[in-house]
DNA sequence: GCGACAG
DNA sequence: ATCTTGTCGC
């Protein structure tokens, strides 16, 4: 194993885990990429409303080659509700075992969710960025807290996401006539380089491939354990 | 107290 | 997140 199964309770309080929150959040580095991230793993969960079953999917995406050229899953069952804010307690006990189970060692993570664009400065992105220590942005769907200005209808037209006077993130438009996304660095990465990477990848539609890949795979594999009706 | 609220 | 048909636009 290229990642390290993280060993931790994941039974903890919303209050406990506001308090690693912080803890992770003063680990968060921001800065500039090393090099040009050609691997980018993708990652994202699924699982049935009202349950505790989830299944967790990493894929590994070669912009080179532009093709998903690892990939792996779990299924874990997690007592933890999603919570705004507390999402990595929803989905990183599906998302560690994958990133174990991966057999490439991807240059950047990129995960369905925010990274410093969270009222703690410290999403998903952040969350599972620093327990590997290694470069990781965020990209959600939805804005999670913070104001920014409307975003212009142009593939690449960007609004800064601004919380307490901070640029946390980006509302960034991936696809005309969709609405945008909000990119944000989670690790060793910096707004430009969340910004760079989600366009780059987008590929003219509105999530950017790893995610959609990772999307796909994390279906698959909760349709695999969900009786289906005949 | 009231609204907001990643997936 | 997931449950779902049709439908608008490129």
Redesign the pocket.
């Known amino acids: 194993m290229l990642l390290p199964v993280i060993e931790c309770r994941w039974n903890l309080t919303p209050g406990e885990a506001r308090l690693w ?1 912080r803890q992770l959040a003063a680990a968060v580095r921001l800065e500039a990429l090393a090099a040009p991230p050609r691997l980018i793993a993708g990652a ?7 349950s505790n079953r989830v ?1 967790g999917a990493v894929v590994v995406w070669d912009t080179a080659e532009r093709r998903v050229v690892a990939q792996a899953s779990a299924v874990v069952d997690t007592p933890f ?11 990183a006990p599906a998302l560690m075992p994958a990133f174990a189970a991966l057999a490439v060692m991807p240059d950047l993570l990129m ?5 410093t ?2 009222p703690a400065r ?6 599972m960025g620093v327990v590997f220590d290694l470069p990781a942005v ?8 913070g104001r920014h200005e409307a975003v212009g209808q142009a593939v690449g037209d960007g609004a800064p996401v601004i919380l307490d006077n901070d640029p946390v993130g980006v509302a960034l438009r991936t696809r ?2 969709c609405n945008p ?2 990119a944000s660095p989670g690790h060793r990465a910096d707004l430009a380089a969340a910004r760079a990477v989600t366009l780059e990848t987008t590929y003219g539609h509105r999530l950017p491939a790893p995610l959609r890949e990772a ?1 796909r795979l ?2 698959a594999v ?2 695999s354990f ?1 009786p289906c009706k005949d």
């Open positions: 929150q994202d969960t699924s699982y049935n409303r009202g299944a509700p999603y919570v705004p804010g507390l999402l990595a307690m929803r989905e995960f369905n969710g925010h990274g664009a969270h410290c999403g998903l992105a952040c969350h965020g990209v959600a769907q939805q804005r999670l807290c005309r006539r996304v909000y999307h994390a279906n909760r349709r969900t």
